[in-house]
């Protein structure tokens, strides 16, 4: 029996940005030009598991845009080559984790693992090698926390993985967003920020073009997610917004959007949570679609925290700190507001910047 | 006789923030409370002289939130003790410089340098000394350069030093943003700039709320400055605007926005002229009012400019670049297209960041 290695994470975010950094911090890719592996790898593995980040995406003025990683709460994929699969395809053999995933797909072009793993097959120009997948999902559906983008970072990973880590980044974040255009629109705030971690700035769409905002290293960044029982489904939070947009309104997110993004790269958690509390546009229509949202935030800043918003389209709340045990009483002052403003019951977890994205943790080798 | 002194800059900007400075980046002030010197300093000289830089406020994304400055292009004040001014009292003797200059009144409250000088005598609890103020203009009038920020901040300096550089910071930047209102609108993206030097993003002004971004400075940043013969009334550049701005433009504009500020802060040019040149609502409507404009744009981002815009409200034009050599060369291209497509003489001037804001540059000490 082959033994089973444990790996660091193998993935080097090689264009990760750097203040003092020689390279360029952008990092450019077209989406209509991925990496094509031209002779089609071996597989090194014979199983492979891997482990893909929750993550916060809008983070108040940064609508649409930025979106960062959450360590220690995510989506696991574990890929195996299988003979009995038809050579060049996948097959999603089981879906664990919580009661809700029961919801999922097993047919690979309905789920975001499966699409993903298979756009990274095509990439990798896989047609002699069938794959059996297996997806355990650690993340809540539809609670604002990334979770397709997690499914697709982790299978994208998987499969790269599988064969030898073939492709770029840039193709892995390609691969996910074919997932996420079809599961949940076409937005790379959640899925880049999953497969690279850290803070990731989306600069465009048409060609893909990405900033990893490099977070200090020396300096500490905790969330408090607070996650209701409510559903608020994206489409429905997406029509609550604004079509047009005055002008002040217009001058002053941009402007915080812009102390949001200097505030990560200097490490100013109080800057940063000023900047992410002060969205005058998409959070005032949210906001009150999630009971008790408001009194939350209210409760997570009089609590302490440098700042709230809501994760995502929602429902789950999120506050910033520099320190774990602050960050639990806040969240039990914001669990409570749910309770209390919004009559919802609400769990709380604090966890801390994810500064490596989605990453192999497991792997049984090829003879 | 007192000797004639030459000082360098006096005005360490104390708060400017530095991506490694344990500092907080962030500069809070409050407008409605400056800083009131309760006992009346004296005269520490019996003359002063003062510089501030010319400053490039919008930068595309922008928009009315961030502005640099200029170096070796701006203002000259000086201020002496002056027995036949009224104690308190503040007096125009003299406004120098190019002709349009003329228009300028010698009246205090009428004239930006006095406005700021007033303001600035104010705080600093003036009662028992009169002053009589010259203005040298360096910089044209209504050509999009910050000149009546220019004239205020140099005007605040002046006045602060004479009595000993008593105020803070925070306190010249409000005394200038007096002028500023009454003159060209309550805006501080060129006043803060021309009082700090770098660049200077507004994030609120209830209360006022400045943050420094440091350009790295171990690299070059050039601006090439080409303003045309071409009245561009602010007001008029203003009408220009869109009232509402739809959500894809306003999302895109946020981007950039954010891509601006990273760029500054990590001294990726490339970057920076990108986002500067990005902009989708602002430059958009403003362009079509300055002849040729849009085509001087493409002449320097043809000749290798890493961006380009409108300066301020306009008429003139500003590009990034890395080698005054290069520089020059992309204001020829740019002249040469403003007389081409516009029908406009221009003229191009090729000047470094400045990093220092507004100075004393000479003194006569009081005995």
Not at 159 to 175: H, M, Q, R, S, T
Not at 188 to 202: E, H, T
Not at 246 to 267: E, K, T
Request: with cysteine.
């Amino acid at each position: 029996m082959a033994a089973i290695c444990f790996l660091s994470p193998v993935k080097p975010i090689t264009f990760s940005s750097s203040v003092h950094s020689k390279r360029s911090p952008l990092f450019r890719c077209n989406f209509s030009l991925p990496t094509i592996t031209t002779t089609e790898p071996e597989p090194v593995y014979t199983s492979v598991r891997s482990f893909a980040p929750a993550t916060v995406a809008n983070l108040g003025p940064g609508f649409d845009f930025l979106g960062c990683a959450v360590d220690g709460l995510g989506d696991f994929v574990s890929v195996r080559i299988d003979p009995s699969v038809h050579p060049g395809e996948i097959s999603i053999s089981d879906i664990t984790g919580n009661h809700a995933c029961k919801k999922l797909s097993k047919d690979p072009l309905r789920n975001c693992a499966g699409i993903s793993a298979i756009a990274t097959m095509k990439m990798l120009n896989i047609r002699s090698v069938g794959l059996s997948l297996t997806l355990e999902k650690g993340l809540p559906l539809g609670s604002g926390l990334g979770s397709s983008a997690a499914s697709a970072a982790a299978a994208a990973v998987a499969v790269n993985e599988i064969f030898g880590g073939k492709l770029e980044v840039k193709d892995l974040i390609l691969a996910g967003l074919e997932s996420e255009a079809k599961v949940s629109g076409y937005h790379a705030d959640n899925i880049a920020p999953a497969i690279m971690g850290g803070f990731v700035l989306i600069n465009s769409y048409d060609p893909l073009e990405l900033m990893s905002l490099k977070f200090p290293g020396e300096k500490e960044l905790f969330f408090v997610l607070v996650t209701p029982e409510f559903e608020a489904p994206t489409k429905k939070m997406r029509a609550a917004l604004p079509e047009e947009i005055g002008m002040p309104h217009h001058v002053w997110n941009c402007s915080q959007a812009g102390a949001l993004v200097a505030s990560v790269l200097q490490g100013d958690l109080m800057g940063l949570g000023k900047a992410l509390s002060n969205d005058k546009i998409v959070e005032p229509k949210r906001a009150p679609l999630i009971p008790g949202m408001e009194e939350v935030k209210k409760a997570a800043i009089r609590a302490g925290a440098f700042g709230c918003t809501i994760s995502g389209a929602g429902p789950t709340a999120v506050a910033v700190i520099d320190n774990e045990e602050r960050g639990k009483e806040i969240g039990e002052r914001m669990v409570e507001a749910f309770l209390k403003e919004g009559n919802l019951k609400a769990v709380s977890l604090v966890k801390r910047l994810d500064r490596v994205g989605a990453r192999l943790i497991g792997s049984v080798p090829a003879r």
